[in-house]
């Protein structure tokens, strides 16, 4: 694992089309701005193992409703 420190308004970049920004920190709290194609799932990991078994439950695509947050 890497691990980085990174101070408000500093980016990471992951590959040629993924940045994460932090936006604000406030106490115990960071804020993220994540900006990648539309096409790459972005998942709150303690939402993972349920989304996990609901897609597997589901074969239709994702709702609009659904813990998966798409780029913009």
Same mark, same amino acid.
């Given at each position: 694992?890497?691990?980085?420190?990174?101070?408000?308004?500093?980016?990471?970049?992951?590959?040629?089309?993924?940045?994460?920004?932090?936006?604000?920190?406030?106490?115990?709290?960071?804020?993220?701005?994540?900006?990648? /194609?539309?096409?790459?799932?972005?998942?709150?990991?303690?939402?993972?193992?349920?989304?996990? #078994?609901? $897609?597997?439950?589901? $074969?239709? /695509?994702?709702? #609009?409703?659904? /813990?998966? $947050?798409? $780029?913009?």
């Amino acid at each position: 694992m890497l691990v980085l420190s990174r101070k408000k308004e500093e980016e990471i970049r992951i590959g040629d089309e993924v940045t994460i920004k932090v936006i604000s920190i406030k106490g115990g709290v960071v804020r993220l701005g994540i900006d990648a /194609p539309k096409d790459v799932s972005i998942v709150r990991s303690e939402l993972l193992s349920g989304f996990e #078994t609901c $897609a597997a439950i589901s $074969a239709e /695509p994702a709702s #609009t409703s659904s /813990p998966v $947050a798409t $780029a913009s």
